[in-house]
């Protein structure tokens, strides 16, 4: 017969005012005998009250914040049970617990000392989620060595069962402590990732360390811009599951120059400028479709290069708040003035902040000049799902052998990254020795 009956704190050794960190019931839900339904935090440990009745939660007493002690009413339970369950001040249902710090459990009162061996984290279980056998850390000094994670057992239990190690799910309940919801996000997170970048081996990093830079000198705390936290994601994730090579050459654009020059004062009159940038698009889209491989994305499986018939080029902008990568369409079909005029439009349109996400949307290739600036070569970075992106920098006159002789030539430094899990490293120096050929000689353009 259904009777309503109270679920009080139990002994919980001589801890008092003890504060509630996670409710994990509300009114309306049905339950078993000793599932959970608060979870309590000393100073030295977080404890899992189990309900004694299984039943119909009818009325919460007790919410996250609230302090209670051994007697105190958590809730009202419509239950099933005749026989029932001790209560407190006699109950034989043992509170769960695991230390909150790094205080060994044989350092805590009895209540918390006699947690069951089975709720400890089991670092011998196999992650599914980040695996690694042997190089997974253990799961509560995952943090740099700052000690335990902070989770209730309950939440440890549901981690485990995913086989999620609660020490690299990143909390974001009261003082950094692991929610369900975060282990859920983590889990989501994970499944989320293309093939490759987890499974059986899958990264397993240390922790970056965290230093306290203001023993050492004075310091100026600045947040990253929204631009530089976005487009960090995408560079981090690009870094760590495009297996990248790079490919360095150089072209000689000694008559390149001398054209773009004469073309330079040509247009300056109707304010466009014409930058080597303009021509280097025009000679990736020979190369492009010469090598269409190079034109391609591999799709959502991994199993199939999808080539594309279409030529929109990404081109990096340097502006004042971060890197943007604003995508000229059609390359293929427009002229070097016509994309020399565009290149103008769309790096201040960057610059302005003006830029939308559609501008943004649908590059097959990145081209990343620096030339202006300076250096000699580069690593570019992939703007997946592209498979390549060319890094290009400061030309240079050079002494070229040529014909017995040394010649003074205008080198132009390139910096082909490519994914090698689709590009060969022969097909990468094929594509580099077109593309300075083309440069060589922009006759080939016409081609
Ligand atoms: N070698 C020598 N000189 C070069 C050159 C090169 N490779 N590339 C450009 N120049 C010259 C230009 O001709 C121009 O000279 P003048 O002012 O005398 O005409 C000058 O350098 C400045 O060029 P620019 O940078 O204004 O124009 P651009 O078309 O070369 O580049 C843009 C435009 C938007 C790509 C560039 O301004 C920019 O933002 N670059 C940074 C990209 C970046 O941050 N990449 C890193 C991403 S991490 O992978």
Redesign the pocket.
């Known amino acids: 017969m259904a009777e309503i009956k109270q679920v009080l704190v139990p002994d919980i050794g001589d801890y008092k005012d003890v504060g509630i960190i996670e409710v994990m019931v509300k009114v309306g839900d049905t339950i078993k005998a000793e599932d959970n339904l608060v979870t309590l935090e000393t100073d030295k440990a977080a404890m899992d009250v189990p309900s004694p009745y299984a039943g119909v939660i009818k009325e919460m007493k007790v919410k996250v914040g609230d302090k209670v002690s051994q007697g105190s009413l958590i809730l009202l339970l419509e239950s099933s049970d005749v026989a029932g369950a001790p209560q407190a001040g006699k109950l034989d249902v043992p509170v769960t617990a695991v230390p909150v710090t790094a205080v060994p459990v044989a350092a805590a009162p009895s209540a918390l000392a006699s947690a069951p061996a089975a709720q400890a984290p089991n670092p011998s279980q196999p992650p599914l989620i980040r695996g690694g056998e042997g190089a997974a850390p253990s799961p509560d000094k995952g943090r740099g060595g700052e000690g335990l994670a902070h989770a209730s057992p309950a939440i440890r239990r549901f981690a485990r069962e995913l086989g999620v190690q609660v020490a690299q799910v990143k909390g974001s309940g009261a003082k950094g402590r692991v929610t369900k919801d975060d282990v859920q996000l983590f889990v989501k997170a994970a499944l989320a990732q293309p093939r490759g970048a987890a499974g059986g081996n899958g990264l397993q990093v240390l922790a970056s360390p965290v230093v306290d830079f203001a023993k050492f000198g004075a310091i100026e705390t600045r947040p990253l811009s929204r631009i530089k936290k976005i487009a960090g994601a995408n560079?981090h994730r690009n870094w760590v599951t495009i297996p990248h090579v790079t490919q360095f050459d150089e072209a000689d654009?000694t008559e390149m120059e001398a054209f773009?020059k004469e073309l330079?004062a040509e247009y300056s009159k109707q304010n466009i400028?014409?930058?080597?940038?303009?021509f280097?698009l025009k000679a990736a889209v020979a190369a492009l479709q010469k090598y269409p491989e190079f034109n391609a994305s591999l799709d959502a499986g991994g199993e199939n290069l999808v080539i594309k018939q279409y030529c929109h080029i990404g081109?990096?902008?340097?502006?004042p708040d971060g890197?943007m990568?604003p995508v000229l369409r059609d390359v293929d079909k427009k002229g070097i003035v016509q994309l020399?005029k565009e290149?103008?439009e769309?790096?201040a349109k960057?610059?302005e902040k003006k830029i939308t996400a559609a501008d943004m949307q649908g590059g097959c290739f990145?081209?990343?000049?620096?030339?202006?600036?300076g250096g000699t070569a580069?690593t570019?970075?992939i703007n997946a799902p592209e498979v390549a992106?060319l890094?290009?920098?400061?030309?240079?006159i050079k002494p070229m052998h040529k014909d017995d002789t040394f010649v003074a030539r205008?080198m132009?430094?390139l910096s082909l990254s490519y994914d090698h899990r689709v590009i060969d490293g022969a097909a990468a120096a094929r594509f580099t020795v077109f593309l300075a050929q083309v440069l060589a000689d922009t006759r080939r353009l016409a081609l």
């Not at 990145?366 to 600036?373: A, E, F, M, Q, V």
């Not at 890094?391 to 240079?396: E, F, K, M, Y």
Request: without cysteine.
């Open positions: 560079l654009i773009r330079g400028k014409i930058t080597p940038l303009a280097l081109v990096a902008v340097d502006t890197l990568v020399a290149l103008g769309i790096s960057a610059r990145t081209i990343s000049s620096l030339g202006g600036i580069f570019p970075i992106i890094g290009v920098s400061r030309a240079i205008l132009l430094p």
